[in-house]
């Protein structure tokens, strides 16, 4: 027989053996908040969920083929009339996609000295004599200003030069009589989010712009947003209304927004912080998500909650709606009081 000493516990029959509990899976907060968000949010993707990352910009057309460097549509000489705030974004995008600093010569009379050697620095041309009649011209300069521009312009706008314009106000016929050889052109409205390639360009071709060259515009005006054609010149006051003036109503959202929270007892700072970060974050989240706004609105809104009333004054028949129809009509009129 088997000796046990004093301390020696026999062991259990397996009948009586008490089953040893599988420990709860850890969750982390992440996981937690990734599981409420993905029910409120479906159109996001899951890696988005809870994660701060780059934007995403939405783009119309690659601007780059990946793994063969720069897109063929780019094109091969470039002229830039006009490098400021706009035109020196555009170039910044053109750069980062990969168009070679050489293909590019600058026109710009009143560019700052330092503005002219960093561009210079980068391989960027600034002599136009040795521009001869390249692929494109881009018109970047104030509407006020193309006059002025036409004169250096004309001699190298030919029938086979891609015009492309993103002057407020200027139509494809302002544009053609001032540049009488030129044929193929393209009249492009982005808005101020370009300047940071976040912007949203609405754009019309002439009919004599060629498949290739609409490509070439294409991948022109992507490098700063995303870019939607339309066939109707007459549109653009429509986009100018919606995209091109948009920015000033968010950012007039984020203003009234934050004294409404001053109003209701918020710090002024607090206010504008808060307020500034709503916006932000909401314009974010619905630029990446696949939900459609007003589904993205459904989602966060609780019925009988404290959104549920707030949307009940800005959802009634005098509320946001059709104040933003007054406002983008007023703009669509007096865009085209502007174009003559």
Known sequence: MEQRGRGDVPPRPA????RRADPAPVRDDAQIRRRGLRALLPGVPVRDLGRQVGPRIPRRGAVRDRGRGV???LPASLVLVGAGKMGGAMLDGWLAA????????????GLPPEAAEAWAARGVRLDPAGAGEPDAVVLAVKPQGLDAAAGAVAPLAGPGTLVVSVLAGK?????KGRLPRARAVVRAMPNLPASIGRGATGAVASPEVSADQRRTADALLSANGLVEWVVDEGLIDAVTAVSGSGPAYVFLLAETLAEAGV?????PETAARLARQTVAGAGE???????????LRRNVTSPGGTTAAALGVLMAGDGLAPLMREAVAAAQRRARELAG
């Open 71 to 73: 897109s063929p549509a």
């Open 263 to 267: 109003a209701a007892g918020l710090p």
């Open 171 to 175: 139509t494809i016929a302002d544009l």
């Open 98 to 109: 990969g168009l070679e600093p050489a293909r590019v010569t600058v026109i710009d009379p």
């Open 285 to 295: 989240l619905l630029g990446r998500s696949a939900a459609e706004a007003a589904e």
């Open 15 to 18: 009948a009586h053996r008490r």
